[in-house]
């Protein structure tokens, strides 16, 4: 009886997600079989019983524990802060202004956050994709500046999509879209091809990126561009001054996780 009603969760789950997701999104065998197996829970590695826990891949246990840093943070880079300032000191000191007017930070890249990345970008547990979806789609409607913002995604690497069969922004926005019809999204930045950015510095990095990241139309006024993973910032630093330079008025940034 209790298989059974296993079996009926995941059937409900699984039509959900499709709902959410859309077939097209499965591009490769690994991202496939997630689908037709959510199984455990990302995190813990319990079954997941319902509805609700299979729709996220998570079980309700390491869902309430995952939480958006409710503490105070720094209101340009949006990492949290260790004094009564309100500005974090790297920020304080930075060369020259951002371009982009401030940045939201959801998790630190360390411990179970670390895993729900590495499971999202790398194992393609699709279904994460709609629990980062619905933070964001959270966090955006209770942010006032956000109101009126246009997303942005961060552009894959040429050859990315070749390489991994994927670009996991890309389907997190879409997800997004899919979970709330009066987002838009504008796919106005492009990216040639440079060198792999790892291993560089941030100054390395920033001048890696310069040129490399162009407008291929217009940007919107309001722009929140979206990306997975923040480091040095210096993706986020050069998509906002291309979108400045081409028009856009105002630019806020939101990465999944921070390192
Ligand atoms: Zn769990
Ligand atoms: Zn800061």
């Known amino acids: 009886m209790k298989n059974l009603q296993k079996l009926f969760a995941h059937i409900a789950g699984f039509a959900h997600f499709a709902d959410f997701a859309g077939l097209a999104d499965f591009v490769n065998f690994a991202g496939i079989i997630n689908f037709l197996f959510p199984g455990n829970c990302a995190l813990c590695g319990g079954s997941l019983l319902d ?3 299979i729709r996220y891949s998570l079980c309700h246990g390491c869902q309430s524990s995952i939480g958006i840093n409710e503490q105070r943070i720094c209101g340009l880079c949006g990492k949290p802060l260790s004094s009564e300032i309100d500005t974090c000191l790297p920020c ?5 202004e951002a371009a ?3 940045l939201w930070l959801l998790f630190p890249y360390i411990g179970k956050y670390r895993k729900l ?10 279904y994460l994709a709609v629990f980062f979806a619905k933070m964001i789609i959270n966090l955006i409607g209770k942010e006032p500046l956000l ?6 995604p961060v552009p894959p690497r040429p050859g990315k999509i070749k390489h991994t ?3 996991q922004i890309e389907h997190l926005v879409n997800v997004m879209r899919k979970n709330n019809n009066k987002m838009v999204i504008c796919w106005c930045l492009k990216r ?3 060198k792999v950015q790892k291993e560089l510095s941030r100054a390395e990095r920033l001048k890696n990126l310069k040129g490399r990241i162009y407008l291929r139309s217009a940007p919107p006024k309001i722009a929140l561009v979206i990306d997975d993973v923040y480091t040095t910032g210096s993706t ?3 998509c906002s001054q291309v979108l400045k330079e081409g028009g856009a008025e105002k630019v806020y940034g939101l990465c999944l996780f921070y390192d």
Request: glycine letters at 6%; proline letters at 0%.
């Open 100 to 102: 982009f007017q401030r």
């Open 165 to 167: 069969g994927w670009d």
């Open 117 to 126: 990345l590495t499971e999202y970008k790398f194992r393609k547990n699709l």
């Open 92 to 96: 304080r000191n930075r060369d020259g």
């Open 51 to 53: 509805k609700k826990e």
């Open 236 to 238: 986020m630093e050069v």
């Open 147 to 152: 109101k009126d913002a246009v997303i942005v």
């Open 192 to 194: 040639k091809r440079s």
